[in-house]
């Protein structure tokens, strides 16, 4: 690249419903020069979560989008979400932490394009409550997923994975905030990859510039 050209960086999407410390964690990479992706939206279905007020303090656009403005009609509100997302020009969409099921023809225009953060190791505890599950069965590494998302809910192929020990004497939430430690590595690691586009998916499997292996997509701490 000569110098003095700018590279044009991936408009990325943070789609929220909460707290927010994963899209922290995202600005965060973000802010970096090298950084192959802009947050340029931060979108919350609820008026007020907290990690709006966040991402106005580090100098990024909000947006709301209220589902009970739409009667919770799923087709007006996703509309609505569209048409926000194609206002800021947005090429990525990264969901952290957004507590709305998407339908699968809104699925479908992202299709690619959208990342989901689950706080499991899919395919093993789907859903809601992980960490409790985690624990009540007994495993002994659980983790947290970063994943393309499909119309599937927490399925898609998967792009980078964090395991975290399960500790003697753990609750669901000291062991929630090993997870999340860990979802804070993982997912600026795989948008920067995502937003590269060294992705592609061969049987729905990611694969990284046609490596097999997980290089920089797989955290594994001393246990
Ligand atoms: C994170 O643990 C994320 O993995 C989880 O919600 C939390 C949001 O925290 N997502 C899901 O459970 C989606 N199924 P954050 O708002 O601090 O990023």
């Not at 209220?66 to 969901?95: H, M, S, W």
């Not at 947290?144 to 980078?160: K, R, Y």
Request: aromatic share 4%; with cysteine; glycine share 8%.
């Amino acid at each position: 690249m000569a110098k003095g050209i700018a590279v044009s960086k991936k408009r990325v999407a943070i789609l929220i419903s909460g707290r927010g410390s994963n899209m922290e964690a995202l600005i965060a990479a973000a802010a970096q020069e090298s950084y192959p992706a802009q947050i340029a939206l931060v979108l919350s279905n609820r008026p007020g979560a907290p990690g709006l007020r966040r991402a106005a303090a580090a100098g990024i656009a909000t947006e709301i989008v209220d589902p009970t403005l739409y009667g919770n009609d799923r087709e007006r509100f996703e509309r609505a979400l569209q048409t926000k997302l194609e206002a800021y020009r947005i090429d990525l969409v990264c969901l952290a932490g957004f507590m709305r099921l998407l339908s699968p023809s809104f699925v479908g225009q992202w299709h690619g394009r959208m990342l989901n953060i689950h706080p499991a190791l899919l395919p093993a505890f789907k859903g809601l409550d992980t960490h409790a599950r985690a624990l009540a069965a007994g495993v002994k590494i659980h983790g947290a997923t970063v994943h393309m998302v499909v119309p599937e809910v927490d399925c898609g192929p998967i792009l980078a994975q964090a395991a975290v020990a399960v500790r003697e004497g753990d609750t669901a939430d000291t062991l929630a905030a090993r997870v999340l430690e860990a979802e804070h590595r993982i997912y600026p690691a795989a948008l920067k990859f995502l937003a590269e586009g060294r992705v592609r998916v061969v049987d729905g499997r990611c694969r990284i510039d046609g490596r097999a292996d997980a290089d920089g997509l797989l955290f594994v701490p001393n246990i």
